[in-house]
């Protein structure tokens, strides 16, 4: 490949040396010229050669590998210039640069991070695959043209080769072409548009039947698909020549819709503290279990809250990719207790949210699993919580095939049961009929609309229960559910080990994949009847999860009066450092990864999730 042609992973190589060699011979940032390939120059001398001088070792924070891998994707001339200029201040004294997000340098290179994973993503999106006449006419080979904003052919050839590993592809861009033979991946210079050899026209025709058919006319936003679907993309989309017809007739269809679809009005919501708290403080704080001075291990976890430094509470930027870590609930009871971890005037549900939204960027609500929320919590919560915070949503029992108390069912759900059901301690979603389902789902996801207009929704949870087993029925099930989500985003927590099981696991992930669900990564205690492997796999592009549950085996299987005791669990600095390397692997492939501690017991979540921040904010050598 000549040098007009160098790849991205070949300009990062000549940057890293030349930077080495400058940083030997002491050279300031100001006193270099970068060219376009990443070699060096001084100003007004000659060229910079790597292993002029001896190799320096050079110790930098991990992150900034990865942003300098990603940088080097950008089409801006002076990327090598400011990587080389934030290499110098990591090491004249400015170790946690890195971390300032109003340091100028940094946030011009955040706002670059941000352009190429956005192209890594429109690629992702809007490549699209034409057979061409090969020499197997039974074996067709397939071509895309695409034209990325930056040179992301190498950064995002291999989310293609996971998806399309039994296809012969080739990806091709006027700056670089990738080729995958079912085989090996092979990565060659860009070409021009005219050289891109024709293809058939039936994939093409499959697009607009599929575009046309998962179109909806009442969520119809131009301005919206016009930012996420830009109009320089249309002239290779076959599905564009359908936009201009599918807007016009959106009205009509619409009003036919909502013709068929009238519903009664919804009843007023229900209180918002109790669906901020699924459970009720204890009457008598001499309860010794929940009582923190029968159990010594809240100090403990206290001690390493307090030891942590930086508590990354706005998240981690990590490549474009941004680390939230947070806990399975900010009300838990034993976690309000006297001195644990809410200070003492937080005496309101209003203060202790603002409170832990200072503290760490997500946190996982529980009390929509119990009774159904209701817009006017979401909207306070929205009001409660600065613009970077994040909000994991638990689906209701009823989404999810889990035993429900009629008791904490509003009136109108209660009276679709037959009168026998009403004073049962459990039902389940078959007891209700059909209409009622739908009404369950479609009102859950209204009340969570101002969390997703706000930007504050992470994902609706699904956690099915042990008993949901692979199965063609439970696979439909999981069809259903996405079709009543629409294009909400949610995460799938299985807890039946057969679905991660070595015969399963990847047809497992293919199913999550295929339905835009993100998987739920677990850590939970092993070798039980309802032990899920600890297995780690992304599904989705925009959201990689993983939660920790704690790991005491003497309670995992148990029925407690009080659903602490289960999670009543502080984990080890070696066992949170045992899951790094997946974390960082989801890092690479999904713009953000949320990290749920269920280990709810005191403050054992909290002490722990920071403590995991702490970890992936580690240093590396360069």
């Not at 070949?10 to 930077?19: C, P, T």
């Not at 309860?287 to 930086?310: K, L, M, Q, Y």
């Not at 993100?518 to 925009?542: L, R």
Request: charged share 25%.
């Amino acid at each position: 490949m000549n040098a007009e042609h160098q790849s991205v992973g070949d300009n990062l190589a000549s940057w890293r040396g030349a930077a080495r060699a400058c940083v030997a011979c002491d050279f300031a940032p100001g006193t270099i010229a970068w060219d376009e390939h990443g070699g060096a120059a001084m100003l007004f001398g000659s060229d910079i050669e790597p292993g002029e001088k001896p190799n320096v070792d050079l110790k930098v924070p991990r992150r900034f590998l990865s942003l300098a891998a990603t940088i080097a994707c950008h089409r801006d001339p002076e990327r090598w210039s400011l990587l080389y200029n934030i290499l110098w201040r990591l090491l004249h004294g400015e170790t946690h640069v890195l971390e300032v997000a109003s340091d100028p340098l940094i946030s011009r290179l955040a706002t670059m991070l941000k352009g190429v994973r956005r192209a890594s993503h429109k690629m992702k999106a809007f490549v699209r695959f034409n057979a061409i006449d090969g020499d197997q006419p039974d074996d067709p080979e397939f071509v895309a043209w695409f034209e990325p904003a930056h040179r992301v052919v190498e950064l995002t050839a291999p989310f293609f080769v996971d998806r399309f590993r039994s296809m012969r592809w080739n990806i091709l861009t006027p700056d670089g072409c990738a080729r995958w033979d079912r085989e090996n991946l092979v990565l060659g210079p860009g070409i021009e548009r005219h050289e891109v050899p024709e293809g058939r026209d039936t994939l093409e025709n499959l697009w607009r039947t599929y575009y046309s058919g998962i179109f909806n006319p009442a969520r119809l936003n131009t301005s919206a698909m016009r930012a996420e679907m830009p109009k320089k993309y249309w002239k290779n989309l076959p599905e564009a020549s359908l936009i201009e017809s599918l807007t016009r007739d959106a009205p009509a269809r619409m009003s036919a819709m909502i013709a068929q679809t009238l519903r009664p009005p919804v009843e007023l919501p229900l209180d918002l503290e109790a669906i901020e708290s699924a459970t009720i403080l204890p009457q008598s704080r001499d309860d010794v279990s929940w009582n923190p001075e029968f159990d010594p291990g809240w100090r403990e976890a206290r001690r390493r809250i307090g030891a942590v430094t930086r508590r990354a509470s706005n998240g981690i930027l990590h490549d474009g990719s941004r680390v939230l870590s947070g806990v399975a609930g900010w009300t838990d009871p034993t976690l309000l207790a006297k001195g644990v971890f809410y200070p003492d005037d937080a005496v309101t549900a209003a203060d202790r949210l603002r409170f832990y939204a200072s503290q760490l960027p997500m946190v996982e609500v529980d009390a929509t699993y119990y009774a159904l929320p209701s817009e006017q919590t979401s909207t306070r919560w929205v009001e409660r919580t600065p613009p970077h915070f994040k909000f994991n949503v638990k689906a209701h029992s009823l989404m999810t095939g889990h035993p429900t108390d009629p008791a904490r069912l509003p009136n109108w759900l209660k009276e679709d049961l037959p009168l026998r059901l009403r004073i049962a301690s459990n039902v389940y979603s078959h007891h209700f009929s059909a209409e009622a389902l739908d009404e369950v789902w479609r009102r859950f996801l209204a009340a969570l609309s101002p969390l997703r207009a706000a930007g504050k929704l992470g994902a609706i949870m699904l956690q099915y229960p042990r008993w949901f087993r692979p199965s063609r029925e439970s696979a439909g099930e999981l069809a259903q559910a996405r079709f009543r989500l629409g294009d909400w985003p949610a995460s799938v927590e299985l807890r039946h080990r057969e679905w991660l099981s070595e015969r399963l696991a990847q047809r497992t992930f293919a199913v999550l994949r295929n339905l835009n669900f993100s998987y739920v990564a677990v850590d939970a205690p092993q070798g039980m009847e309802s032990s899920v492997p600890a297995i780690s796999e992304v599904t989705n592009s925009n959201l990689a999860m993983f939660r920790f549950h704690g790991r005491r085996e003497s309670t995992w299987e148990t029925r407690n009066d009080e659903v602490a005791e289960r999670y009543r669990y502080l984990y080890e600095r070696k066992q949170l450092e045992a899951w790094i390397p997946a974390i960082e692997r989801a890092m690479d492939k999904s713009l953000e990864v949320h990290l749920t501690f269920n280990n709810n017991k005191w403050n054992y979540a909290v002490a722990n999730a920071v403590e995991m921040n702490e970890l992936l904010l580690g240093e590396s050598a360069a």
